[in-house]
T-cell receptor, first 111, second 114 residues
Framework: QKEVEQNSGPLSVPEGAIASLNCTYSDRGSQSFFWYRQYSGKSPELIMF????GDKEDGRFTAQLNKASQYVSLLIRDSQPSDSATYLCAGEMDSSYKLIFGSGTRLLVRP | EPEVTQTPSHQVTQMGQEVILRCVPI?????FYWYRQILGQKVEFLVS????????KSEIFDDQFSVERPDGSNFTLKIRSTKLEDSAMYFC????????????FGEGSRLTVL
């Protein structure tokens, strides 16, 4: 069974701090990884995707991929209370037709 | 900004009844998906649809489920005989590049089976 694993949290950080969210995956052949943000009762919203080893930055967000360790992370700089949400890690597994989602990490940013 | 729209936003039905959930994907997208999320659980893949046929389906997507793109704009999910455990939020998603690019999710249809 191909899996994406995340710590459920909650991860609590003060406003302005860096939040670090982590994810591991089981399928060594997976190529593409995605971070989604989901507010309670809402649909997933894509934050970033990453295909290559290393870092990818977009504004306050940095995604990191380490294929050797099968590890994906998301850093959120200057965290804001509005960043409080569940962050879902997802990977393309087996095929190009589906994403496998982790269970999500709940982030709380304290004002 | 183009968006995926889903109807109804919430449907309550009796066990054993048929339900159709409707989605209008973004117009130039080619890949269509249904995912579901039981309250408090993971987002789970149900089915993907490309080139007017199912490209992949999960174990959840059994004979009670079907999908259709009847008119080139709508994309529907039918559950023939609903069970209590079908209660969930159902998300439609579409993309122009499959999972190699961004998937745009609709706001979801909450299905409650009594």
């Amino acid at each position: 069974q191909k899996e994406v694993e995340q710590n459920s949290g909650p991860l609590s950080v003060p406003e302005g701090a860096i939040a670090s969210l982590n994810c591991t995956y089981s399928d060594r052949g997976s190529q593409s990884f995605f971070w989604y943000r989901q507010y309670s009762g809402k649909s997933p919203e894509l934050i970033m995707f990453i295909y290559s080893n290393g870092d990818k930055e977009d504004g306050r967000f940095t995604a990191q991929l380490n294929k050797a360790s099968q590890y994906v992370s998301l850093l959120i700089r200057d965290s804001q209370p509005s960043d409080s949400a569940t962050y879902l890690c997802a990977g393309e597994m087996d095929s190009s037709y589906k994403l496998i989602f982790g269970s999500g990490t709940r982030l709380l940013v304290r004002p | 900004e183009p968006e995926v729209t889903q109807t109804p936003s919430h449907q309550v039905t009796q066990m054993g009844q048929e339900v159709i959930l409707r989605c209008v994907p973004i117009s130039n997208h080619l890949y269509f998906y249904w995912y579901r999320q039981i309250l408090g659980q993971k987002v789970e893949f149900l089915v993907s649809f490309y080139n007017n046929e199912i490209s992949e389906k999960s174990e959840i997507f059994d004979d009670q489920f079907s999908v259709e793109r009847p008119d080139g704009s709508n994309f529907t999910l039918k559950i023939r005989s609903t069970k209590l455990e079908d209660s969930a939020m159902y998300f439609c998603a579409s993309g122009s590049e499959g999972v190699n690019g961004e998937l745009f999710f609709g706001e979801g249809s909450r299905l409650t089976v009594l």
